[in-house]
């Protein structure tokens, strides 16, 4: 969520970037450049020439705007209308009035800058530096045509080039270095959320770690200690059935982290493979689809069928009926009626048994919760 939210913002920067450009090109080229052409009509040695390269330029601008602001500046078309910008602005410093290529009067040259800046925001800054270099060598060689290039004009030149094409650069760097910016934050914020991510999925690790050490103390510690100290005996067939239990329980344990499409089956599976290794013949059949099951759900419904399992004498079945809502495990098997059967306790199931003789009949059910059900009503 918080890398999305980076992206946006550096999308948002980006075209706040681009459009703040485009508005500025425009400006300056249909309204100071447009005032100028309007006020200085009669100056131009040819008008319908100097409206021609005006208006050609100001559809160019309509299509370099358009294109940055849709984000569609390639190379090919920025580095074309670059080329038309340069030719037609040199026709239009040409119809301007003779030695005027940087008159009050002239306005061709200082489009080609901005428009320049327009089509060339996306690309390398060398290639900006090669039109306003070129836009002088050619605004230059006016000048010198008309033999304009005395020591006052030579002044005047540098000082209106130095502040046009300090302009420009200044407006192009500063749009390219927010944009940079506004993609190196995206970035930062992309490995600060993936850093989280990793401490998180970490955490996670180790308190499961935490849990499943502490069922293994209050399950099998005790089992372990007795046998270690003696006072639980190998060969009693009590304390063999409460082995198989927890060796089963440790097995279900380990298969909880396996990644599978039924986590539910492949748990059930572990403890039926402990009750094949002692010989039971085990059927185990399925009926609908399972839905996604919480763990501790999980763990409660293969508590018990894993307990009758551990101490099954020669058959069991276990059935495993589901839907969306509901999942149902049950288990026949000729469990021993002395056997220490763990019933599970969690609430959120309910258990049935039934013994027939030699046969213990078991069903667990659980319930997804109606959406209802979770509501406090406030008295």
Same mark, same amino acid.
């Given at each position: 969520?918080?890398?999305?939210?980076?992206?946006?913002?550096?999308?948002?920067?980006?075209?706040?970037?681009?459009?703040?450009?485009?508005?500025?090109?425009?400006?300056? &080229?249909?309204?100071? &450049?447009?005032?100028?052409?309007?006020?200085?009509?009669?100056?131009?040695?040819?008008?319908?020439?100097?409206?021609?390269?005006?208006?050609?330029?100001?559809?160019?601008?309509?299509?370099?705007?358009?294109?940055?602001?849709?984000?569609?500046?390639?190379?090919?078309?920025?580095?074309?209308?670059?080329?038309?910008?340069?030719?037609?602005?040199?026709?239009?410093?040409?119809?301007?009035?003779?030695?005027?290529?940087?008159?009050? /009067?002239?306005?061709?040259?200082?489009?080609?800058?901005?428009?320049?800046?327009?089509?060339?925001?996306?690309?390398?800054?060398?290639?900006?530096?090669?039109?306003?270099?070129?836009?002088?060598?050619?605004?230059?060689?006016?000048?010198?045509?008309?033999?304009?290039?005395?020591?006052?004009?030579?002044?005047?030149?540098?000082?209106?080039?130095?502040?046009?094409?300090?302009?420009?650069?200044?407006?192009?760097?500063?749009?390219?270095?927010?944009?940079?910016?506004?993609?190196?934050?995206?970035?930062?914020?992309?490995?600060?959320?993936?850093?989280?991510? &990793?401490?998180?999925?970490?955490?996670?690790?180790?308190?499961?770690?935490?849990?499943?050490?502490?069922?293994?103390?209050?399950?099998?510690?005790?089992?372990?200690?007795?046998?270690?100290?003696?006072?639980?005996?190998?060969?009693?067939?009590?304390?063999?059935?409460?082995?198989?239990?927890?060796?089963?329980?440790?097995?279900?344990?380990?298969?909880?982290?396996?990644?599978?499409?039924?986590?539910?089956?492949?748990?059930?599976?572990?403890?039926?493979?402990?009750?094949?290794?002692?010989?039971?013949?085990?059927?185990?059949?399925?009926?609908?689809?399972?839905?996604?099951?919480?763990?501790?759900?999980?763990?409660?419904?293969?508590?018990?069928?894993?307990?009758?399992?551990?101490?099954?004498?020669?058959?069991?079945?276990?059935?495993?009926?589901?839907?969306?809502?509901?999942?149902?495990?049950?288990?026949?098997?000729?469990?021993?009626?002395?056997?220490?059967?763990?019933?599970?306790?969690?609430?959120?199931? /309910?258990?049935?048994?039934?013994?027939?003789?030699?046969?213990?009949?078991?069903?667990?059910?659980?319930?997804?919760?109606?959406?209802?059900? /979770?509501?406090?009503?406030?008295?």
């Amino acid at each position: 969520m918080i890398s999305g939210h980076g992206d946006l913002v550096a999308v948002r920067i980006t075209r706040a970037v681009n459009i703040g450009v485009a508005g500025v090109v425009s400006i300056w &080229h249909f309204g100071y &450049h447009g005032s100028k052409l309007i006020t200085h009509w009669s100056d131009y040695q040819s008008q319908a020439t100097t409206l021609a390269s005006w208006t050609a330029l100001a559809v160019i601008d309509v299509i370099g705007s358009v294109a940055l602001l849709r984000r569609q500046s390639h190379a090919a078309l920025a580095r074309t209308l670059a080329v038309a910008i340069l030719v037609v602005g040199s026709i239009g410093t040409a119809a301007g009035p003779p030695g005027g290529a940087i008159a009050d /009067s002239s306005w061709a040259w200082s489009s080609v800058g901005w428009l320049g800046v327009l089509v060339l925001l996306r690309r390398p800054i060398v290639e900006l530096g090669v039109l306003l270099t070129a836009n002088l060598g050619v605004t230059a060689a006016f000048l010198a045509l008309d033999n304009a290039f005395d020591e006052p004009m030579i002044m005047r030149f540098v000082t209106v080039t130095c502040i046009a094409v300090g302009a420009n650069v200044i407006v192009a760097l500063a749009g390219r270095l927010m944009q940079e910016a506004a993609q190196q934050t995206t970035e930062i914020a992309e490995a600060e959320v993936e850093s989280y991510a &990793h401490k998180q999925a970490a955490d996670e690790v180790h308190a499961r770690r935490q849990e499943r050490y502490e069922y293994l103390r209050g399950q099998v510690e005790s089992v372990l200690r007795g046998l270690a100290d003696g006072t639980l005996d190998p060969a009693d067939p009590a304390v063999q059935r409460r082995c198989a239990i927890e060796a089963a329980r440790l097995r279900r344990l380990f298969a909880e982290n396996d990644d599978v499409p039924n986590p539910l089956l492949h748990e059930l599976l572990t403890c039926v493979d402990i009750a094949e290794r002692r010989q039971v013949e085990v059927d185990l059949s399925t009926l609908g689809d399972l839905p996604s099951i919480p763990i501790a759900i999980r763990r409660g419904l293969t508590e018990t069928p894993l307990a009758v399992l551990a101490t099954a004498v020669s058959s069991a079945r276990v059935t495993v009926v589901s839907n969306r809502d509901e999942v149902i495990v049950s288990i026949v098997a000729d469990a021993p009626p002395d056997a220490q059967i763990t019933w599970t306790t969690c609430p959120a199931l /309910s258990t049935v048994r039934y013994r027939e003789g030699a046969n213990l009949w078991v069903e667990t059910r659980w319930k997804r919760p109606s959406p209802l059900a /979770s509501l406090t009503t406030i008295p």
